[in-house]
T-cell receptor, first 111, second 117 residues
């Protein structure tokens, strides 16, 4: 079993839709939860991070962590064609530099 | 924001040759840099952690004699793929950690696509 599971998609939605992206994990030691966006042939860029459980909102993006279920989500409101990219979840424990990534979900937002 | 560059952005080499990839932090000093490999439709896999002035720490299954890492300064780490083979063809991405930040604050370079023929 992989430490982090993520549906690779692709997920295709119309412009303006609410998008829900999810990851599950098995390691209860994970404390930091991140979402990265990666455009084709580019390096990942950090979108949001959350420490431990809870919600965090930044503009059109909301990150949720449910540690009891080992489940994290990223919601994108009012999705735009420019949001079309691969979204990677990543996690790490305390006192470690190592990030464990999901496989990424490819999102396509069509006009 | 912090910027990390990589050079080259893509490279094609013949089987058996060596290729060097550079990773630079442009506006901050990075005591720690990371090297990842990403195969198509797969996640980023950490290959090694590079600390300035010391030997790199390699992940299990990564051949340290094949993937040579040098972190000679606070702004530059290099990855050399020695005696490259077609199975080494991949997307190699580095990241650098801002020493003033937390674990999650890793800034990624744009990646280097290596094709071995």
């Amino acid at each position: 079993q992989k430490e982090v599971e993520q549906d690779p998609g692709p997920l295709s939605v119309p412009e303006g839709a609410i998008v829900s992206l999810n990851c599950t994990y098995s390691n209860s030691a994970f404390q930091y939860f991140m979402w990265y966006r990666q455009y084709s042939r580019k390096g990942p860029e950090l979108l949001m991070y959350t420490y431990s459980s809870g919600n965090k909102e930044d503009g059109r993006f909301t990150a949720q962590v449910d540690k009891s279920s080992k489940y994290i989500s990223l919601f994108i409101r009012d999705s735009q064609p420019s949001d079309s990219a691969t979204y990677l979840c990543a996690m790490s424990g305390l006192n470690t530099d190592k990030l464990i990534f999901g496989t990424g979900t490819r999102l396509q937002v069509f006009p | 924001g912090a910027v990390v560059s990589q050079h080259p952005s893509w490279v094609i080499c013949k089987s058996g040759t060596s290729v060097k990839i550079e990773c630079r932090s442009l506006d901050f000093q990075a005591t720690t840099m990371f090297w990842y490999r990403q195969f198509p439709k797969q996640s980023l896999m950490l290959m090694a952690t590079s600390n300035e002035g010391s030997k790199a720490t390699y992940e299990q299954g990564v051949e340290k004699d094949k993937f040579l890492i040098n972190h000679a300064s606070l702004t530059l780490s290099t990855l050399t793929v020695t005696s490259a083979h077609p199975e080494d063809s991949s997307f190699y991405i580095c990241s650098a950690r801002d020493p003033g930040g937390s674990t999650y604050e890793q800034y990624f370079g744009p990646g280097t696509r290596l094709t071995v023929t």
